[in-house]
């Protein structure tokens, strides 16, 4: 199944930001036929080809290399990892904040019966008091929203238990 487009589910933490002035949310799920827990996801999300892409642009600009180890980190309980820290985590689900403060990117795992895992991806982008979202995140809203489904269809390879089954 494709990643699709869903409204932010209630009483998630990503859906504290929902709804709200001057802010952008969205999300997406896609079914996984199998056991996942959020540790899995985290990892497979942060180690996909195309993330590792994201994470080398990052590297240059924190002036460090961003390691595999900090997503396990991440995925173990850490706090922190490479531009974002832990604003709340829960069951099968972790909220990120970027360090400007102004993104949120939220990842949840959800068993359904039948061995099939919703994978969720959600981000937020919050405005700075008094303002409207800046013009940039209109206008780059389309290359995200195309980039976090190929992120979460990426996630249903490295997820999968079976090395042999990653792309």
């Not at 490479?82 to 604003?87: F, G, L, S």
């Not at 939220?106 to 405005?127: D, Y």
């Amino acid at each position: 199944m494709m990643p699709r487009a869903i409204s932010v589910p209630r009483d998630t933490l990503l859906s504290r930001y929902a709804g709200q002035d001057a802010t952008y949310t969205d999300c997406y799920e896609v079914m996984f036929v199998g056991d996942a827990d959020l540790g899995q996801f985290i990892t497979a999300f942060y180690t996909t080809w195309l993330f590792r892409a994201e994470r080398l642009i990052l590297s240059l600009v924190l002036r460090r290399r961003i390691k595999d180890s900090e997503v396990s980190a991440l995925a173990k309980g850490a706090e922190t990892f490479a531009a974002w820290r832990v604003e709340d985590r829960a069951k099968g689900e972790i909220l990120l904040c970027d360090l400007s403060g102004r993104t949120r990117s939220w990842l949840a795992v959800v068993p359904n019966e039948g061995g099939v895992t919703r994978l969720l991806f959600g981000s937020a982008v919050v405005a700075d008091s008094g303002r409207d979202l800046p013009r940039s995140v209109r206008v780059l809203t389309p290359v995200h929203k195309a980039y976090s489904r190929a992120l979460l269809w990426l996630c249903l390879l490295y997820t999968s238990p079976n090395p042999r089954d990653r792309g």
